[in-house]
């Protein structure tokens, strides 16, 4: 067992804890950020979003790093809409190793279907949810590094897992198509970093993301 297995499965306890805690409608992930393709290494009650195993992230960056409100490698109480149109409400823990490293998230995704039959409890347990169209707007220096350190981290593992010496265009165009979905190029030096991590210039890298917008639209 590797050193970042060992840590993350530390926090198998406290998921299944906290799912039996909150009932069927919370859902935990647990997320091994050193695989990003298929980041999802664990799942309680996974029939609230239908989260697998070996999925890959969806609002880590998007969402969570891109709010204002993230703070303290956490952001709790923002929402999304399942394909179905249930609101999820969430909460989402970076873990890091014992170098501070970024290695995983613990996800909380609670179905608040059912609370709107229960004003009361609804009214003392929801809060206004995130606006996570806002920009952010860190308010230091520091908050700004850790994120642009956790997307950073986010690239070279990536790369690092799909890079090989005869890399073809296509597959290049696929790696980029990932990244464009999961919000790296949203960050700030993001198609700079991919574009030296992976032999190229950078006006390349903008050619294959309008390649790949014009065949989606």
């Given at each position: 067992?590797?050193?970042?297995?060992?840590?993350?499965?530390?926090y198998?306890?406290?998921?299944?804890?906290?799912?039996?805690?909150f009932?069927?409608?919370?859902?935990?992930?647990?997320?091994?950020?050193?695989n990003?393709?298929?980041?999802?290494?664990?799942?309680?009650n996974?029939?609230?979003?239908?989260?697998?195993?070996?999925?890959?992230?969806d609002?880590?960056?998007?969402t969570?790093?891109?709010?204002?409100?993230?703070?303290?490698?956490?952001?709790?109480g923002?929402?999304?809409?399942t394909?179905d149109?249930?609101?999820?409400?969430?909460?989402?823990?970076l873990i890091?190793?014992?170098?501070?490293?970024?290695?995983g998230?613990?996800?909380?995704?609670?179905?608040?279907?059912?609370?709107?039959q229960?004003?009361?409890f609804?009214?003392?347990?929801?809060?206004?949810?995130?606006?996570?169209?806002?920009n952010?707007?860190?308010?230091?220096?520091?908050?700004?590094?850790?994120?642009?350190?956790?997307?950073?981290?986010?690239?070279?593992?990536?790369?690092?897992n799909?890079?090989?010496?005869?890399?073809k265009r296509?597959e290049?165009?696929?790696l980029?198509?990932?990244?464009?979905?999961?919000?790296?190029?949203?960050?700030?030096?993001s198609?700079?970093?991919?574009?030296?991590?992976?032999?190229?210039?950078?006006?390349?890298?903008?050619?294959?993301l309008?390649d790949?917008?014009?065949?989606s639209?």
């Amino acid at each position: 067992m590797t050193e970042i297995k060992r840590i993350l499965e530390n926090y198998i306890p406290l998921a299944k804890s906290t799912a039996k805690m909150f009932g069927p409608n919370c859902e935990i992930v647990i997320h091994d950020l050193t695989n990003p393709h298929a980041s999802v290494m664990f799942t309680v009650n996974n029939h609230v979003t239908g989260r697998e195993i070996g999925q890959s992230f969806d609002h880590l960056v998007k969402t969570v790093l891109q709010s204002k409100q993230f703070k303290e490698d956490h952001l709790a109480g923002y929402s999304f809409k399942t394909e179905d149109n249930r609101t999820i409400r969430s909460s989402t823990s970076l873990i890091r190793d014992n170098e501070q490293k970024v290695i995983g998230a613990f996800c909380i995704n609670f179905d608040v279907e059912a609370l709107n039959q229960m004003q009361h409890f609804m009214d003392t347990f929801l809060s206004p949810p995130v606006d996570v169209q806002e920009n952010r707007t860190p308010s230091s220096e520091d908050e700004i590094e850790n994120v642009e350190g956790i997307v950073d981290q986010l690239i070279q593992q990536i790369i690092q897992n799909s890079v090989h010496p005869f890399m073809k265009r296509y597959e290049k165009i696929e790696l980029i198509r990932f990244m464009d979905e999961k919000g790296i190029f949203l960050m700030k030096g993001s198609v700079e970093k991919v574009a030296s991590l992976l032999g190229i210039s950078k006006v390349t890298v903008y050619s294959y993301l309008d390649d790949i917008k014009n065949k989606s639209s």
